[in-house]
C-alpha cells in the first residue's frame, strides 16, 4: 500500500524535479520545435531549460538546412536562439517582398512561354545553355543586367513595389513593377526563395544562404514568443 502511494506521489510530481535540468534537457532536445515551445508555457523553471541556447542552437540549424536565405532579423549579434528561431519562421512566412529583399539578393531572369519568339531565341533559359541572365536591384530604385546581356540593351530601368492594404493590415494588392511593363506578383517557396511573375518573364532569387548577417529586412529583435507560430 505504502509503495502504491510513492508510485502515485512520484507520478503527480514535476518531471524536472524527477529528472533534473540537464536530462531534461536531453529529453527536450529530442522533440520537435513544436513541443518544445509548448513546454515553455508550463511553469517559469521550464521555460528556464526550454529556452536556453543550447537547445535551440540545434533547432535553428535544422530549420535552416535547405533554405535558399536566412532573415537578416535572425542574425542580431547578442539575440537569443530562441528569438532567432521565431523571427525566421515569421520572416519565412512573410508574403510581402520588400525593397531590402530584391536589393540583397541576385534574380535570374527568362522569358515565358507567351513572351514574343524573339525574345525567347535570346534567352539561354529556353535555349538550354547556361548561365541564366540575372537582374540586380539598387537602393536608388533602378536596376541593371550583366555585361552582354543580350537581352538587356544598356536601357534605363527603374522599379517600383506597390502594396494595397485595408482594414486590419490586410494585404488586398502587392506587386512590383519594373519601368511601364505589365505589374509582377510576388510568391514565396517553401524554401523561403522569392519569385516574381506576369504573363512575358519571370524572375527567381538566387539562393544565398551563406551571406553573412542574412538577408531581407532588419525587424526589431524584441519579439514575442508565441508555440501557435510553429504550427
Not at 506576369?198 to 538566387?206: G, W
Not at 551563406?210 to 538577408?215: H, L, Q
Given at each position: 500500500m505504502e509503495t502504491e502511494e510513492k508510485l502515485r506521489s512520484g507520478v503527480r510530481r514535476d518531471p524536472l524535479e524527477v529528472f533534473g535540468r540537464d536530462i531534461m534537457m536531453k529529453i527536450l532536445s529530442n522533440l520537435d520545435a513544436r513541443s518544445v515551445a509548448l513546454s515553455l508555457l508550463v511553469s517559469r523553471a521550464w521555460h528556464g531549460v526550454a529556452s536556453s541556447d543550447s537547445l535551440w542552437s540545434s533547432k535553428c540549424e535544422e530549420l535552416w538546412h535547405g533554405k535558399a536565405h536566412i532573415p537578416r532579423a535572425s542574425q542580431v549579434r547578442g539575440l537569443s536562439k530562441l528569438a532567432a528561431y521565431s523571427i525566421s519562421v515569421m520572416d519565412g512566412k512573410r508574403a510581402r517582398i520588400m525593397k531590402d529583399d530584391l536589393c540583397d539578393h541576385v534574380w535570374e531572369f527568362h522569358f515565358n512561354k507567351a513572351a514574343p519568339e524573339y525574345w525567347r531565341n535570346l534567352d539561354p533559359y529556353w535555349k538550354g545553355t547556361s548561365p541564366l541572365m540575372r537582374r540586380y536591384f539598387h537602393p536608388d530604385g533602378s536596376q541593371t543586367a550583366d555585361p552582354g546581356d543580350k537581352v538587356w540593351g544598356g536601357h534605363e530601368c527603374c522599379y517600383s513595389i506597390v502594396t494595397s492594404i485595408i482594414g486590419e493590415g490586410k494585404i488586398r494588392s502587392h506587386y512590383v513593377r519594373i519601368n511601364r511593363w505589365p505589374q509582377m506578383f510576388v510568391s514565396r517557396?517553401?524554401?523561403?526563395?522569392?519569385?516574381?511573375?506576369?504573363?512575358?518573364?519571370?524572375?527567381?532569387?538566387?539562393?544565398?544562404?551563406?551571406?553573412?548577417?542574412?538577408?531581407?529586412?532588419?525587424?526589431?529583435?524584441?519579439v514575442n514568443i508565441f508555440p501557435q507560430a510553429y504550427w
Open positions: 517557396n517553401r524554401d523561403w526563395s522569392w519569385e516574381m511573375s506576369n504573363c512575358l518573364y519571370c524572375y527567381s532569387s538566387v539562393p544565398d544562404a551563406d551571406k553573412i548577417g542574412g538577408t531581407g529586412p532588419l525587424y526589431s529583435p524584441s
